[in-house]
């Protein structure tokens, strides 16, 4: 198989929208898929070129590519994230980036900062675990017991934290699929990815951002409470925050609309392809 073949089965990745439009790249966060941006990125795709696509171990994604070796460290998602720009041929691309997938679109664009345009960062956090006077919503403790549940209740796991995550009993059917999302993805994938989120801390690469930010926060998040956008503001060079009326850790899914208007409102018209 060619090698760009072979990179977009790899990844899944899935190319609509406007064929000579501005490229606008979606990344999904840990234990989901790109179907999660079913309900965003239509809104973009008569305007953009819109790439979908899923890390290895999740969605439709080639699970034999996955090495540990890797993917313990956000770096080697990263790594695919660029490599799926690079065979495609994208610059300056806006990013729209769910949960652990803003961190590892900063360190692309540090890597890479003339593949993307923009980040748009949905619900994102530089460290997940609270240390000192920064606040990031887990004590090591919960996640230890959380990671020791996976380890040993994969099931039991994935229908203890869809819920918590995504915090809109209202739509019951949502946490329904974001379990079924969770049991889907390769286990051994899973334990390696979620390592690599929760106890990753990127607050040291926040300064180096070289594209501007928009920070999408929600008002009532479990996972990333509204202190780390404020964080995320202060040291997010060229950042706007703005704080959703919503709740839970997905609003691109629980609150399409509000994350539609708010990115459409930050981005303007799209430039010319």
Known sequence: MPLRESLLVRNNVRVAGVPDGPPMVFAHGFGCDQN???????????????????????????????????????????????????????????????????????????????????LVMVAPSPRYLNDGAYVGGFE??????????????????AGALAPMVMANPDQPELAAELEQSFCSTDPVAARVFARA??????????PRAPVPSLILQVRDDAIAPLAV????????????????DATGHCPHMSHPAL???????????????
Not at 75 to 91: F, I, K, R, S
Not at 197 to 206: I, K, S, V, W
Not at 229 to 244: I, K, N
């Open 36 to 118: 999660m941006w079913r309900f965003v990125e239509p809104d973009f795709a008569s305007r953009y070129r819109t790439v979908l696509f899923d890390y290895v171990g999740c969605g439709n994604s080639d699970r034999g590519a996955f090495q540990a070796s890797r993917y313990d460290h956000l770096e080697g998602y990263a790594q695919d994230l660029l490599e799926v720009c690079e065979t495609l041929d994208l610059h300056d691309a806006v990013l729209v980036a769910h949960s652990v997938s803003c961190m590892i679109g900063l360190l692309a664009a540090i890597r890479q900062p003339s593949r993307f345009s923009k």
């Open 140 to 157: 090591r403790n919960d996640i230890e017991s959380l990671l020791g549940l996976m380890d040993h209740n994969y099931i039991g796991w």
């Open 197 to 206: 989120t929760f106890f990753a801390d990127n607050r040291d690469d926040l």
């Open 229 to 244: 956008g404020e964080y995320l503001a202060r040291y997010l060079p060229q950042s706007e925050l703005v704080v959703l």
């Open 259 to 273: 994350t539609i208007a708010a990115m459409e409102r930050s981005l303007g018209p799209p430039r010319a392809g």
